[in-house]
């Protein structure tokens, strides 16, 4: 979801800048509200499990792509499926150009011995890399956010009158080395609904069940898992002041709409290319680096190293609370 999340904001200043072009999006049907708000872009549903699926489904998919007419074809993603699609484009004449994920540079990065702590390019930089081998070049600080639409009135019963800042928070990552402690989370949560509402953000059974839990506790906390469509969370987090969110999904959600986001990482470094759209490094927060000289120790989080399962406790919830209240802070004296 992050990933797709990332390529909104270059999406946008594509169409921005080049308004006479006709952009197809190519991707899983669940993220179409994404492009929504993007004028003269077209989203084509993928469907990868019926009638895409499969060696035979991608060749199904390169001829429903073929009859759109399409003059060049930008692979963000840069996996097996999009490569066998972009050879088939390649080969009937059409001009093609992929995302370098910069494996060596992150792998330098990520590695025990020999590391080098630097940024490597983030995938936004990337992603414009690949616009310009087919001929677009793109300004990013050009790009314009999304107007906030009104809450729809089924989100309004869920959230009440907006009386005071909102945060959201979304604890969960898809690898438990990049998820902050939940009890440390809780207190994190309780500490801030002293003075603000706070929405949590979850997916699935057992995310929506922990979620219930820590709110019927906290007074101001809604848990909002499960009762809104894609499309309706967008909408809620527009109206968001700011969202804590760990290296996952919710804080490129957040920041593709414009919204300050904090993230948490864990095993896993905003180094690597990965920090939410127009965010400063300074709203990144990690652990202790001379406790934990060997982080980050994954570009994905997907690697367990002994010793370092609790690095994030090295993250105080004082420390978290403190750097939103600063955002707040910082955010109402804007406006």
Known sequence: MGDVAMVVPVVKALQEQYPTLKITVASRGFFKPFFE???NVHFFSIDVKGRHKGFLGLIRLFLDLKKRKIDAIADLHNVLRTQVIRFLFLFSGVVCASTDKGRAEKKALTRAENKLLQPVKSM????IETLKKLG????LKQVTF?????LSQKIQNITGQKNKSWIGIAPFAQYETKMYPLHLMQEVIAS?????????FGGGKKEQEQLDEIASKIPNAINITGKLTLSEELQLIHHLD?????DSGNGHLAAMLGIPV???WGNTHPYAGFVPFNQPLANSLTPDLKQYPLLPTSVYGNKK???YTDCMKSISPEQVVEKIQQLLTHHQSQH
């Open 37 to 39: 708000t993007i004028p």
């Open 124 to 127: 936004f930089e990337r992603h």
């Open 136 to 139: 677009f070049v793109i300004d």
């Open 146 to 150: 999304p107007k906030k639409e009104n």
């Open 192 to 200: 801030l609904a002293l003075e603000h509402q706070i929405f949590l």
């Open 242 to 246: 700011v969202m804590l969110s760990m």
């Open 262 to 264: 904090i993230t948490l």
């Open 305 to 307: 190293i002994e010793g």
